[in-house]
């Protein structure tokens, strides 16, 4: 396999889909037929010691075809979706000069609408406002902070479950920021080149009922097998992490806004 990088983007395929819907497992089965490297697309893979909570593909699975943006920094560390399109690009061009190809995986949506259609001109976070947020969710709950969003940006509330927790308050903090909803962002951004060529398919539950069940049981599963504890050690070997950081509050299984809290 080759390709001119002087003319064309590198080209790539990604698998896209919601928590438990079994991405881990098509992606397996197409390395056993396909020379790919895996590219992960999830916000919350890239941080090290959070494995049971994450959902983090097992050592075994790790071992069978090469896996990258897993385990990459601190979770006092941040990272954006301009530093995953900046990554994934690389590692693309990279993983094509070693005649493999390129498999996108994940339901982290923010960074697949960045390597697809340009990174946006949001405003950066605003510690204040979040501060504010916090506050407003700690006393009258996150069910308060959705409410508000749909009064707002009716149409981010929409796409977004109401226990969402991190992208509900991003979408609210850009309203107050700029006086302008999140989705009035996305309708106004100049279409720009995507950052590669991508051909994507998504798994899309025919069974919702049944797809709840399995992040039920997905949870249950993470409980068993140490998820407070290792919370725990996360808490013992970073003492400086709060619930309000990037790792701390990504979402284990979005549909039901469980979230990596202080325990």
Request: net charge neutral; proline share 6%.
């Amino acid at each position: 396999m080759s390709l001119d990088m002087n003319t064309h983007p590198p080209k790539a395929l990604a698998i896209l889909g919601p928590t438990a819907s079994g991405k881990t497992g098509l992606a397996l089965a197409l390395a056993q037929r396909l020379p790919v490297e895996i590219i992960s697309l999830d916000s919350a893979l890239v941080y090290r010691g959070m494995d049971i909570g994450t959902a983090k593909p097992t050592a075994a699975e790790l071992a069978a075809v090469p896996h990258h943006l897993i385990n990459i920094i601190s979770p006092l560390a941040a990272y954006s979706a301009a530093d995953f399109v900046a990554d994934c690009v690389q590692l693309v061009q990279a993983i094509h000069h070693r005649g493999h190809l390129p498999l996108i995986v994940g339901g982290t949506m923010m960074y697949y609408h960045a390597l697809t259609h340009g990174l946006n001109s949001l405003p950066p976070a605003n510690a204040d406002i979040r501060a504010k947020l916090a506050t407003e969710k700690q006393e009258y709950g996150l069910a308060y902070l959705y409410e508000q969003l749909q009064q707002v940006d009716p149409m981010t509330a929409e796409r977004l479950a109401p226990g969402d927790s991190q992208r509900i308050e991003r979408a609210l903090e850009v309203w107050r920021l700029t006086g302008r909803s999140l989705s009035q962002h996305f309708a106004e951004q100049q279409a720009s080149q995507a950052a590669i060529t991508l051909h994507s398919a998504a798994l899309i539950p025919e069974n919702r009922s049944q797809l709840h069940t399995n992040i039920a049981t997905r949870f249950e599963h993470m409980l068993a097998h140490g998820f407070i504890e290792e919370v725990q050690t996360l808490r013992q070997q970073y003492p400086t992490l709060t619930p309000n950081m990037p790792s701390m509050r990504c979402v284990a299984t979005a549909r039901h806004g469980l979230t990596w809290m202080a325990v």
